[in-house]
């Protein structure tokens, strides 16, 4: 019996014990963490203070930050820095040309606001550095057009210097040097003139002055086609039999203003340079007619360009020539049209 008392007495000290320990550590804990409630409450009240973004606040209200990788010209990147006004010059390969490059200038005035200078591993300096600049709206669109394809250069300018300078695009050839070139103007309205029409026409080498066009010259085109006298049996379906072949050269239009040429680019330093197609300003008329002449096969039919000085606007009336005529000095003096049934056939008689 007094075991069992003791046991119980145990029991029930352990319990009053475990009751004790867990109200002494609800009683310390509580505190804590209605402090860290009232922390938290006072840092979701407060506003939240961001970090001042440099490179944005430093772009003008209507401009725009682009970076840029340009060539490492010799010290003069590492005298630019933020603040520096420049030009941007894109630099652009030849076609066929391996050692060619042709330089634009795509703007004047722009600010540098960020300069990333690095260096290549060894020690070496970087063949390209980025470069970033504030520019307009438009100007900003034209470097991402020429990034992929250009190399930029930096050319620097007096802070001073408020002037949008315009330059000409140069081009470097290895057999040829420097030289400038002008784009031919592709604005249809101002090339083709009210009322005309456009079609264009190759050229070979023999046609006017060696080949060598230019737009607003003047030219007569002159057509030579073969023909001939076919004769055929008197019943339907009877197959015709080529009898004669002649062949006949005569200008077609004369004084035909050329509107363009297949140069997109014509170089300063060869003007006289050899075209392979050009533009004429024709009437809706004569474009038909060259349109079934320049389609027909070929040897069938062919169109020649003949050069003729812009101030001579006099149209003249010839016979053209016969090829027969030429090498057997043959004149037709009668041609007689003979009737079989429903078969015509003309014949002429030389003299």
Known sequence: MRKIRTLIALIVALFLAAAASLTVYFHLDRPQKQAQAIVNKKKKDEPVVEKPRELSTAIEKGMRAV??????????LEQIVPGDWV???????IPGDREGQVSRLLF???????LNKKETAGGRKAIRQGV????????????????????????????????????DSVAFESF??????AGQKRDINKLVSSGMRAITLKVEPTDGVSGIFAPGDRVDVLVTCPYGNIAGGSEVGAEGVVR?????SRILLQNIKIAATSQSLVWESERGRAVQRVTLEVTPQDA???????????????????????NDTEK??????????LLTKRRPYKRVELIRGPMRQEKTFYQ
């Open 288 to 310: 038909e007619k060259l349109t079934v002449l320049a389609d027909s096969k070929k040897g069938k039919s062919t169109l020649r360009l003949i050069s003729r000085n812009s």
């Open 244 to 248: 004669e072949t002649h062949r006949n």
């Open 108 to 114: 004047s005035g722009a600010k540098v606001i960020k």
């Open 176 to 181: 040829r040097g420097i030289s400038r070139y």
């Open 316 to 325: 003249i009336k010839t016979p053209g020539q016969d090829l027969l005529t």
């Open 132 to 167: 970033t600049l504030m520019l307009g709206i438009d100007d900003a669109v034209a470097v991402a057009a020429a990034n992929t394809a250009a190399t930029f250069y930096l050319l620097l300018r007096n802070p001073e210097d408020k002037n949008r300078d315009k330059a």
């Open 67 to 76: 970076t840029i990788q340009v060539e490492n010209q010799g010290n003069l």
């Open 87 to 93: 030009d941007l010059v894109a630099t652009t390969p």
